[in-house]
């Protein structure tokens, strides 16, 4: 079949870009043709980079700005620098950048396409993507006889943020697909009570893809594990993350290593923005004794590659991500939101990966499932 894959935005998340490739790799070895669409923002004009270098100016001289002044599309390109060989090189010709809703439709007369997946991450966001109606297919003529397919999108928490007017048009939508599955267990009732349409509950898709597929498409070799190591993936630095951060290494007796750079901080200095290379993202999991972790995606690796975790609650991006993947592996107690529940017990506490991984090889038949019922 000739699909078309509906991705988040490629940015410097290492998590969308993994599981983009989980889909995309499992895509390409059931036989299919695979389209990215990687539908992005416009382009800044000349003008709105004048009028945010001017705004960057102000920041600077009164408060405690420390990025690029004046700018236009150079800093995003510099971030992505160690993560676009491998967008380039995995998927190449494969994606098609877009930046507006013509461009989708356009893409659509070009391509026959037999079949359009929506992939994961939180693609059904409003605030997280540059239209959500892309990411309900709304470029697709309404007669076309395409299949429509949702796998693992995420609302991204389990509070509604759509207002009415989302609401009615997502809904009509939504009612076009032939097969829905949702990221969290959460998003099934959202589709449910809010949208009108029967939903399933599948993983992440980055379980697709086993932790020795991750680290053959990075060049990664699977060495031992530097046993004095705690890695941490932090996306909202705090004290009280970097306190729990301490007390496990103290307690373990180990070094702490940092997975991820200030990517996020617009403010940061731009040499502390660059996102690291996938290989060093997931050498982060591979080699390290203990991950601490507020991120989704970085607790879904430490899981994959059999690493012992805590889990800080990140209430702020979204909880129901997070407690819906612990509570599939049993896990839950691995998810904290203070320093006065990370014990000496918890941390020492070993996880039981045998079961862990029982339970990830049945989701991984579950998600291939899935998508090989809705592809027929």
Not at 42 to 61: D, H, V
Not at 87 to 101: A, L
Not at 145 to 166: H, L, M, V
């Amino acid at each position: 079949m000739n699909i078309a894959l509906v991705v988040f935005p490629f940015h410097p998340s290492h998590g969308c870009i993994l599981q983009t490739f989980a889909i995309y790799r499992k895509l390409k070895e059931m036989g299919h043709k695979v389209t990215i669409i990687n539908r992005k923002s416009c382009p800044i004009s000349n003008w709105g980079a004048f009028k945010r270098g001017l705004s960057n100016l102000r920041r600077k001289l009164i408060g405690n700005y420390r990025g690029a002044i004046f700018y236009r599309g150079n800093a995003p390109k510099a971030i992505m620098q160690h993560l676009q060989p491998f967008i380039d090189t995995v998927f190449g010709e494969d994606v098609k950048t877009i930046y507006s809703y013509q461009e989708a439709c356009e893409l659509v007369k070009s391509d026959s396409f037999d079949a359009y997946i929506i992939g994961s991450d939180q693609v059904w966001r409003p605030k997280y993507v540059p239209d959500v109606y892309h990411y309900y297919l709304d470029f697709v003529p309404k007669e076309s006889k395409a299949k429509r397919i949702a796998f693992c999108p995420s609302f991204g928490t389990d509070e509604w943020e759509y207002n009415k007017e989302q609401q009615k048009h997502c809904c009509e939508l939504l009612s076009r697909f032939d097969a829905v599955a949702v990221r969290e267990e959460s998003g099934v009732r959202l589709c449910k009570k809010r949208l009108n349409k029967d939903a399933v509950h599948l993983l992440d898709p980055t379980v697709m893809q086993k932790s020795e597929d991750y680290l053959k498409a990075v060049e990664l070799e699977n060495s031992e594990k530097m046993e004095n190591v705690v890695s941490y993936y932090f996306l909202d630095c705090s004290e009280e993350k970097l306190q729990i951060l301490h007390k496990i290494s103290l307690v373990l007796g180990c070094q702490e290593k940092r997975i991820n750079t200030n990517t996020e901080d617009c403010n940061a200095r731009l040499e502390d923005r660059i996102a690291p290379s996938l290989q060093t993202w997931i050498s982060g999991f591979a080699k390290s004794r203990f991950v601490v972790a507020d991120s989704f995606h970085a607790t879904m690796f430490a899981v994959l590659f059999n690493v012992p975790f805590i889990t800080i609650a990140n209430k702020e991006r979204g909880l129901s991500r997070f407690e819906s993947l612990l509570k599939t592996f049993n896990l839950d107690s691995r998810l904290v939101t203070s320093p006065e529940a990370v014990t000496d017990e918890l941390i020492q506490k070993p996880i039981d990966w045998n079961k862990a991984n029982i339970i990830m090889s049945k989701e991984r038949e579950h998600s291939l499932l899935f998508l090989r019922e809705a592809l027929s």
